[in-house]
T-cell receptor, first 112, second 111 residues
Framework: GQQVMQIPQYQHVQEGEDFTTYCNSS?????IQWYKQRPGGHPVFLIQ?????EVKKQKRLTFQFGEAKKNSSLHITATQTTDVGTYFC????????????FGKGTKLTVNP | EPEVTQTPSHQVTQMGQEVILRCVPI?????FYWYRQILGQKVEFLVS????????KSEIFDDQFSVERPDGSNFTLKIRSTKLEDSAMYFC?????????FGPGTRLLVL
């Protein structure tokens, strides 16, 4: 079945440093979504990427979808302590599937 | 801002017992989902529901699981005979189009 791999599993950064998490799917995706989950919280939708090569920005967050629609990345510039949490990518396969397949997530901790 | 709500927030049950987890999706949403997240692990899709029927389910969603939208507002997940390995956080989500909004979850502990 479809698998979504995400690396790294953990990332510790000093406040102000940049952070990137990478997501790779075993199959071509129709779209990919990114979620943030704070400790003890629930996944909160951040963004959806649909087009090949798409790049979207939300303030200090930059999201990218690969040309082959099989990989994606989330980059945070100048991390802040409020960025702490686990970032999940979730892919939807082509063919009209409802199913979102989540990566294992990258847990980000930020030292002030 | 409208949000998905779930009850109860925590549920402790004995192995073999039935549990019903309840969700109230956002009112104009058309698509409904259940996910589970075993502690410290990734979120796993269980089932999607549209137009009063299951549209897709995962291999986890076996005969012990069922979903229902009994009254047009609630969306329930029933586990008929719970097993130890059903212990997890269960998230309900709803969507109008592509964006899914997750509820706060029900933490289920099976003893």
């Amino acid at each position: 079945g479809q698998q979504v791999m995400q690396i790294p599993q953990y990332q510790h950064v000093q406040e102000g440093e940049d952070f990137t998490t990478y997501c790779n799917s075993s199959t071509t995706l129709s779209n990919i979504q990114w979620y943030k989950q704070r400790p003890g919280g629930h996944p909160v939708f951040l963004i959806q990427l649909v087009k090949s090569g798409e790049v979207k920005k939300q303030k200090r967050l930059t999201f990218q979808f690969g040309e082959a629609k099989k990989n994606s990345s989330l980059h945070i510039t100048a991390t802040q302590t409020t960025d702490v949490g686990t970032y999940f990518c979730a892919g939807r396969t082509q063919g009209g599937s409802e199913k979102l397949v989540f990566g294992k997530g990258t847990k980000l901790t930020v030292n002030p | 801002e409208p949000e998905v709500t779930q009850t109860p927030s925590h549920q402790v049950t004995q192995m073999g017992q039935e549990v019903i987890l309840r969700c109230v999706p956002i009112s104009n949403h058309l698509y409904f989902y259940w996910y589970r997240q075993i502690l410290g692990q990734k979120v796993e899709f269980l089932v999607s529901f549209y137009n009063n029927e299951i549209s897709e389910k995962s291999e986890i969603f076996d005969d012990q699981f069922s979903v229902e939208r009994p009254d047009g507002s609630n969306f329930t997940l029933k586990i008929r005979s719970t097993k130890l390995e059903d212990s997890a956080m269960y998230f309900c989500a709803s969507a109008f189009q592509e964006t899914q909004y997750f509820g706060p979850g029900t933490r289920l502990l099976v003893l």
